[in-house]
Nanobody
Framework: QVQLVESGGGLVQAGGSLRLSCAAS????????VGWFRRVPGKEREFVAT????????AYADSVKGRFTISRDNAKNTVYLQMKSLRPEDTAVYYC????????????????WGRGTQVTVSS
C-alpha cells in the first residue's frame, strides 16, 4: 500500500524558510512523479510544484517561482520542498502527491496523497 507522509511544517516569520519532506513507502518511488499542493480553508487546492521521476524536470506555480525549490532523493524515497522568503499568503496545509504524468499541475492527475503538514507564516 502506497503511503506518503509529509513533515517539516511549522510556524515561521515572514521572510523565513522551511523545508518540507515527503517520505514514501510501499512504492517504487522513482516510477512516480511527485507534486506539492496547498490548501487554505474555503479555497481550492492549489498547485505549488512538481518534479518528474528522475528530478530533471520541475514546474512551479507563478506565486512561488524563485522562492521554492522542489527536489528528490530516490535512494531515500523522499521529495523535498525548500521554501524561502515565506509570506503570510503561503500559510496553508501542504500536501504531497504521487502520480504518473510529468508536469501535471491538476490535482486530479495524482493517484496518492499524504495527509498534509501545516505551514503558518506570521507577519
Amino acid at each position: 500500500q502506497v503511503q506518503l507522509v509529509e513533515s517539516g511544517g511549522g510556524l515561521v516569520q515572514a521572510g523565513g524558510s522551511l523545508r518540507l519532506s515527503c517520505a514514501a513507502s510501499g512504492v517504487t518511488f522513482d516510477l512516480y512523479v511527485v507534486g506539492w499542493f496547498r490548501r487554505v480553508p474555503g479555497k481550492e487546492r492549489e498547485f505549488v510544484a512538481t518534479i518528474d521521476w528522475g528530478g530533471a524536470r520541475t514546474a512551479y506555480a507563478d506565486s512561488v517561482k524563485g522562492r521554492f525549490t522542489i527536489s528528490r532523493d530516490n535512494a531515500k524515497n523522499t521529495v523535498y520542498l525548500q521554501m524561502k522568503s515565506l509570506r503570510p499568503e503561503d500559510t496553508a496545509v501542504y500536501y504531497c502527491a504521487a502520480g504518473q504524468i510529468a508536469g501535471q499541475i491538476d490535482y486530479r492527475g495524482y493517484d496518492y496523497w499524504g495527509r498534509g503538514t501545516q505551514v503558518t507564516v506570521s507577519s
